[in-house]
Each structure stands twice: as C-alpha cells, then as structure tokens.
C-alpha cells in the first residue's frame, strides 16, 4: 500500500480539498480541482472521497522558476489574496494513510503566524479506521473554533 494524502483546508465555515499530486521526489503538493464541503460529516466525507478517488497524479519535480511561478489552488477557490491572508483566519488538517495507521495531523500557527502541524492534536488511527472516525475530529476540532467562521469576502 502506497503513502496516500488528502489536505483538508477550513477557511470561513467551508471545507477545501485540494487533489494531491505527488512529485517524482515523493513530496505531495496541491493541484485543481479543489473540491469544496460543507462542515458536515456527509459532505466531508463524499469531498474527501473525492479527492482520494483522483489518486495522486505524479509530476516531474519543479524547477525553482516553476515553484516561484506557481499559483496556489486553494487561494484561487478561496479568492483569497495570499497564503498569509489563509493561515490567519483557516486551518488545515492533514489526513494521511499508511499501511500501519491512519493519522491526523492539525495545524496551528507558529510565532511568526506560518501553520505548523500541533503535536498535542495530532490523532493515529488503526490502518482499517472508517473514514467517519476521522471526520468526526476535524468537525469537533472546526466547530471549536469560531475564527474559522468568519465571513468570506465576496
């Protein structure tokens, strides 16, 4: 069984997940289309099965050129104008399943307001856990946290 990723993105009470794409280096990145959800557990689960469905399409490793050149897909479903502008006000949650487990990892922000993965919320699952397990915690960790509701600019 392969590594595989899904990126859950919760800015201003919805769900962003970005297919994962994953370089010939095996890093993972973000690429169209960015699915979105509702915070609910239906709508989370289908968007997240979604972007697992996609499979992880591989792509040669970027030059330097290309990575400074590259748009972010979640800004662009978002109509946010740059990263720091989501960090401030969103979060991510990491899924990521591997032979052994299934972990969740939750972003917070460090000192200078960059999302860090929180050690202290970090969640390891049995490799066979259903998905709802998973969902469950990334709504209980969003419905705890009122910034993450704000209203998105038009």
């Known amino acids: ?15 962003y997940i970005p297919v994962q794409a994953q370089y010939e280096s095996g890093l993972f990145t973000s690429i169209e ?12 689960m289908s968007a997240v099965r979604a972007a697992l ?8 490793n970027p030059t330097r050129e290309e990575v ?3 748009k ?11 990263v720091k502008e989501l960090m401030a006000s969103g979060t ?3 899924i990521s399943w ?6 969740l990892d939750v972003s917070s922000l460090d000192s200078k307001g960059r999302w860090i993965n929180d050690p202290r919320k970090m969640r390891s699952f049995r490799h066979d856990a259903p998905l709802e397990d998973v969902v469950s915690l990334i709504l209980e960790d969003a419905r705890s946290r009122p910034e ?4 998105a600019p038009q």
């Open 1 to 15: 069984m392969q590594l595989r990723a899904v990126i859950v993105i919760v800015w201003h009470g919805q769900a």
């Open 33 to 44: 289309p960015v699915l979105t959800a509702g915070l609910t557990a239906d709508e989370l």
């Open 53 to 60: 469905s996609a499979g992880h399409p591989r792509l040669p």
């Open 68 to 70: 400074r050149r590259r």
């Open 72 to 82: 972010d897909p979640v800004l662009k479903a978002t109509k946010v104008r740059s």
């Open 92 to 94: 991510s949650y990491a």
């Open 98 to 103: 591997t032979p052994n487990e299934v972990r």
């Open 148 to 151: 993450l509701f704000g209203d």
